[in-house]
């Protein structure tokens, strides 16, 4: 009775609340949903994890991080292999971070003040990292190993919530125990 009622409470918080108490640093969400053929991953992450700062570039040195960065995000199957099992292969990467411009944040830095705010509260910016995989057989997939921590060593703990069609658990993942079990 307890269990359900907290799987309840659980689902019922809205995922804007969950975001606004997402931005520690050197702390990411993310949450994995198991389907017959999907398996979809959103992460939210202080944009200091992976790049010591968190505003839009401002040298030719830090332009350099962000498009190397984008470009091991766009390439994600690189940094979260999920068990050859399920037969998985990357299907697409969203990126949004509106200090960096990228996503459909962009356009909004003066002209409205919802979707921005976050990133000028304190002077903190985040990144939301989409990604979806299409899979044969998602559901033999056991495991999906997180290759964030030798990469991005300001990272140092990831708040996991998975959905499956067995439930819901939860996982922290830290640099020597980066594989995340897609079960209790
Ligand atoms: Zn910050």
Redesign the pocket.
């Known amino acids: 009775m307890v269990a359900m009622l907290a799987g309840t409470l659980a689902a019922a918080v809205p995922v804007s609340a969950q975001q606004q108490q997402a931005?520690v640093?050197g702390h990411m969400t993310l949450d994995v949903a198991v389907d017959a053929q999907t398996i979809t991953l959103a992460i939210e992450s202080?944009?200091?994890s992976f790049l010591g700062f968190?505003r839009a570039p401002r040298t030719d040195a830090e332009r350099k991080r962000v498009a190397n960065l984008v470009a091991r995000l766009q390439s994600a199957d690189s940094l979260f292999q999920p068990d050859p099992e399920g037969a998985c292969k990357l299907s697409k990467v969203a990126l949004s971070s509106a200090a960096l411009g990228l996503g459909e944040k962009q356009e909004d830095e003066h002209g409205h003040d919802h979707a921005d705010k976050k990133a000028h509260d304190h002077e903190?910016?985040s990144i939301d990292i989409d990604i979806v995989f299409t899979c044969t057989q998602a559901t033999e997939a056991r495991f999906i190993d997180v290759k964030l921590f030798d990469s991005y060593p300001r990272i140092r703990t990831v708040a996991a919530q998975v959905a499956t069609p067995q439930g819901q658990f939860k996982h922290t993942l830290r640099k020597g125990t980066s594989r995340l079990n897609l079960s209790h």
Request: charged residues 25%; glycine residues 0%; without cysteine.
């Open positions: 931005h640093h202080p944009l200091d968190e903190h910016a």
